[in-house]
């Protein structure tokens, strides 16, 4: 059974620094994303910020580009997110995700989230 388990959210004042790491566990198989979402109170899931395995390719939305940057290690199946010039809009609850594609199919693994509150 895969699981996928964030740490490093927490309250941090708006212009600090937060950085999230995710590490999976169990039989998962070639990675082909992987990438973090985030979810506020009263509105969908947004893609936060992915990565391919195979070439390195980033992506991030606008509203955090410039302040967030996505990394991953695939040999040990983690990905991290360092945020930085953290504002109150960025407090949500940060969800880890890989995309496997494999022998197995498409599979989408997900974490429980860790909450992020940017606040003074």
């Known amino acids: 059974q895969v699981r996928l388990v964030e740490s490093g959210g927490g309250l941090v004042q708006p212009g600090g620094s937060l950085r999230l790491s995710c590490a999976a566990s169990?039989?998962?198989?070639?990675?082909?994303?992987m990438a973090w979402y985030r979810q506020s109170p009263g509105k969908e899931r947004e893609l936060v910020a992915s990565?391919?395995?195979?070439?390195?390719?980033?992506a991030y939305a606008d509203s955090v580009k410039g302040r967030f940057t996505i990394s991953g290690d695939n040999a040990e199946n983690t990905v991290f997110l360092q945020m930085n010039s953290l504002k109150p809009e960025d407090t949500a609850v940060y969800y880890c995700?890989?995309?496997?594609?494999?022998?197995?199919?498409?599979?989408?693994?997900w974490g429980k989230g860790a909450l992020v509150t940017v606040s003074s």
């Open positions: 995700n890989m995309f496997e594609r494999s022998y197995r199919g498409e599979i989408n693994y």
């Open positions: 990565i391919t395995s195979r070439r390195g390719s980033l």
């Open positions: 169990g039989n998962i198989f070639n990675i082909d994303v």
